[in-house]
């Protein structure tokens, strides 16, 4: 590839230039949803940045696959196998069964998606429709000595590996070594305090509501084997690129790299894409607080969707972005502003090839230097102020939007068309509010007629008496 495409790998703790495996094509996987709520804004950042990553290498010319994976079952309230089930507490929740509440939630997952403009993965694999391959890998990792059974639960054997922490520097090593997972119940089957299970069977939640046969007993999966099966399963031996937010870093990607390569025999995954978190004045979002940031709760607040994509892209991916609804207010104004001006650009002219190469590869720098997306936007705004023709910037804006996805070229006219329907259905209603104020006024309900004056007025409508009759005026 021409374009030297480089980023921070977690692994290495090193920014690299990406080598794939095989010339041009990219292996991707993206950690999914566990399908047992709503997506809240803060994940949603996470997913937003993975898909500008996709849309960036393809732009570059790399042939990608990506594959997700969807948590219907075996993801406990902790990360440390403790807790309960996440999915069978939203079923409890809603009073429905777990396989309701994975379809439900899955469908909301990639609504909310399509209105932030998030490319569905080339493969979406759930959890359940693996666990054929979940079982083949835990006899493999009991065959090479890498599991073991105890109290009726298969656990990986962390004892086993020379470097267990492998995201880790020295000193954090040293301090996950000393006290890793205090906050958690200790679970008195394991051997080592950081082993971690790949099957579970009925000696823990006698109610789990999916369960399988294996050779172990009647059970169900662990959380952290369903990414190895399912990217090996899509993906082959050999992963380019893996993904997630850094509250994956540990334990569940240290776990699916310990697990992967005792049973591959070989490294598993090169390079590691995490996103840091969304957090609010409080720190950072999460669905335990109660009432969570949700796509459709902006939305019901009046926001654009893509307004928040923006908010996203405005900030690099590895550091922590803090969400206010004034931050997002300011945003949705300079992003209207935006598109309302590529709106009133023409197709006019002929296009200034020299021009377009030079913002194009400026755009291309941007992305290829640890995605740095507000570097992108800021040459968006660049060519919009541009002393180009029309048609060049168009052209530009239009190649930059597929991988911003912001709708650059076609956000401004439904805009005004939006607003063009609101004025007019805003005027029908002000008119039938000044017709029931005159049969107010005509039955002498004085107080009635002063109130509908206060009901337009709280609608930014204006209304005065003269011979002529009532007249309107919309005063904001």
């Not at 823990?204 to 662990?222: M, R």
């Not at 994956?248 to 996103?275: K, M």
């Not at 400026?362 to 919009?384: G, H, K």
């Not at 956000?411 to 005027?427: I, Q, V």
């Amino acid at each position: 590839m021409e374009n030297k495409f480089h980023f921070y790998n977690t692994l290495t703790r090193t920014d690299e230039t990406v080598q794939p495996r095989e010339e041009g094509r990219i292996g991707m996987y993206t950690c999914g949803p566990t399908v047992y709520h709503f997506a809240h804004i803060g994940n949603l950042r996470t997913y937003i940045m993975e898909d500008v990553l996709e849309k960036s290498l393809r732009y570059l010319g790399y042939d990608v696959k990506r594959v997700m994976n969807i948590t219907d079952v075996g993801h406990l309230s902790s990360d440390a196998d403790t807790g309960e089930d996440k999915m069978l507490k939203g079923a409890k929740r809603e009073h429905k069964s777990v396989m309701e509440i994975a379809q439900f939630y899955t469908d909301a997952f990639f609504d909310d998606c399509h209105k932030l403009n998030i490319r569905r993965p080339d493969i979406v694999e759930p959890a359940t429709a693996c666990i054929a391959e979940f079982i083949h890998m835990i006899e493999v990792l009991l065959e090479k000595g890498y599991a073991y059974p105890a109290g009726g639960n298969i656990y990986f054997d962390t004892s086993r590996l020379s470097d267990y922490f492998v995201f880790s520097s020295a000193v954090e090593k040293e301090q996950l070594q000393v006290g890793v997972r205090e906050d958690v119940e200790e679970d008195a089957n394991k051997k080592n305090k950081n082993d971690f299970v790949l099957w579970f069977t009925k000696s823990k939640f006698e109610d789990q509501a999916l369960k399988w046969e294996s050779p172990w007993g009647t059970g169900y999966p662990g959380w952290h084997i369903e990414c190895s099966c399912i990217g090996m399963k899509h993906l082959g031996e050999y992963m380019d690129i893996h993904c997630g937010g850094v509250d994956n870093i540990f334990p569940h990607h240290t776990n699916e790299i310990a697990q992967s390569e005792a049973y591959l025999g070989h490294p598993w995954c090169r390079y590691w894409f995490h996103v840091n978190h969304l957090n609010d004045q409080s720190g950072k979002m999460s669905k335990s607080k109660g009432d969570f940031l949700t796509v459709s709760l902006l939305e019901k607040k009046g926001y654009l969707p893509l307004a928040y994509r923006m908010f996203c892209l405005q900030s690099h991916y590895r550091k922590p972005l803090v969400f206010s609804y004034e931050n997002l207010d300011n945003m949705e104004q300079a992003y209207e502003k935006l598109v309302r001006k590529i709106a009133s650009l023409k197709e006019e002219g002929e296009l200034d090839e020299e021009a377009f190469l030079g913002y194009k590869t400026s755009f291309t720098e941007a992305l290829c230097n640890d995605l740095n997306t507000s570097m992108a936007i800021t040459v968006v705004y660049d060519v919009v102020k541009a002393d180009i023709n029309d048609k060049t910037k168009l052209a530009l804006l239009e190649d930059f939007d597929r991988i911003l996805s912001l709708d650059l070229t076609t956000a401004g006219r439904k805009l005004e068309d939006a607003n063009d329907f609101a004025d007019a259905e805003l005027k029908q209603w002000a008119d039938e509010k000044v017709a029931e104020r005159a049969a107010a006024k005509k039955a002498k309900d004085f107080a009635r007629a002063d109130a509908i004056r206060d009901e337009l007025l709280a609608r930014g409508i204006q209304i005065k008496d003269t011979r002529e009759g009532v007249q309107i005026e919309f005063i904001r």
